[in-house]
């Protein structure tokens, strides 16, 4: 009578089927970790492209609403302040302008205010600080449009409050700082912004597109873990 208690085929089948089993179960726990690294990457490079088109757009937008050259359309349905006569509304108008601008790249805003939350669940809080540098500039170009829409130029002329105006000019008019003296704090902070973008994101890419070939050797131990 043969002993059960032997070893024999029967249990050598069992062992390699449980050994099976176990390498299927941790071949489709490894496959769904890749696949989850996978989808986790694919977001981080979209939006590492999307920050990266987006400083590059931002450039164009402070540029467009900072400029210098404005036009009587832009301000014609300024409202009448009474007392005002032409030049002194042409002078309100040439700020009216600016906030006209900004009201017109609303989108961009909007869509940068998105990003930015993205962004920092993806990256962190430092990619969050540096697109809220955006919000941050357009808001400081608004506050002083709006101060010179009311008052173009100080009503009392000290040296103090000469100097005020001078900054809020700065932070409308881009370039103005030559004339000014005075420090640009709006294009300081889209400096620091694309600096700060482009050493976050710029990598992300790099890295993804200058990958080597992998071997079969390579998949294997990646497979493996190793």
Same mark, same amino acid.
């Given at each position: 009578?043969?002993?059960?208690?032997?070893?024999?085929?029967?249990?050598?089948?069992?062992?390699?089927?449980?050994?099976?089993?176990?390498?299927?179960?941790?071949?489709?726990?490894?496959?769904?970790?890749?696949?989850?690294?996978?989808?986790?990457?694919?977001?981080?490079?979209?939006?590492?492209?999307?920050?990266?088109?987006?400083?590059?757009?931002?450039?164009?937008?402070?540029?467009?609403?900072?400029?210098?050259? *404005?036009? @009587?359309?832009?301000?014609? %349905?300024?409202?009448?302040?009474?007392? /005002?006569?032409?030049?002194? $509304?042409? &002078?309100?108008?040439?700020?009216?302008?600016?906030?006209?601008?900004?009201?017109?790249?609303?989108?961009?805003?909007?869509?940068?205010?998105?990003?930015?939350?993205?962004?920092?669940?993806?990256?962190?809080?430092?990619?969050?600080?540096?697109?809220?540098?955006?919000?941050?500039?357009?808001?400081?170009?608004?506050?002083?449009?709006?101060?010179?829409?009311?008052?173009?130029?100080?009503?009392?002329?000290?040296?103090?409050?000469?100097? *005020?105006? @001078?900054?809020?000019?700065? %932070?409308?008019?881009?370039?103005?700082? /030559?004339?000014?003296?005075? $420090?640009? &704090?709006?294009?300081?902070?889209?400096?620091?912004?694309?600096?700060?973008?482009?050493?976050?994101?710029?990598?992300?890419?790099?890295?993804?597109?200058?990958?080597?070939?992998?071997?079969?050797?390579?998949?294997?131990?990646?497979?493996?873990?190793?």
């Amino acid at each position: 009578m043969t002993n059960p208690w032997a070893f024999g085929w029967t249990q050598l089948l069992t062992i390699i089927g449980f050994v099976i089993t176990v390498l299927i179960a941790v071949g489709g726990f490894r496959s769904f970790e890749r696949w989850r690294r996978e989808k986790i990457e694919e977001k981080r490079i979209d939006a590492a492209v999307d920050a990266l088109v987006l400083i590059r757009e931002a450039k164009w937008v402070f540029e467009n609403m900072r400029s210098l050259a *404005t036009f @009587e359309y832009e301000w014609k %349905d300024m409202p009448v302040t009474g007392g /005002d006569d032409e030049g002194m $509304r042409r &002078s309100k108008g040439s700020f009216y302008a600016i906030l006209k601008r900004i009201e017109g790249h609303r989108q961009f805003f909007e869509r940068a205010w998105k990003l930015q939350i993205r962004c920092g669940a993806l990256f962190g809080q430092r990619a969050e600080d540096a697109l809220l540098l955006l919000q941050k500039a357009r808001r400081e170009v608004e506050i002083s449009a709006g101060m010179l829409t009311r008052d173009p130029m100080p009503t009392v002329r000290t040296e103090e409050n000469v100097r *005020t105006w @001078e900054k809020f000019k700065t %932070d409308v008019w881009q370039g103005y700082s /030559d004339i000014s003296k005075v $420090r640009d &704090s709006v294009a300081e902070k889209l400096e620091e912004c694309n600096e700060s973008i482009e050493a976050i994101c710029r990598p992300v890419l790099d890295r993804q597109f200058g990958k080597k070939k992998r071997t079969w050797l390579g998949s294997v131990l990646e497979w493996l873990g190793l």
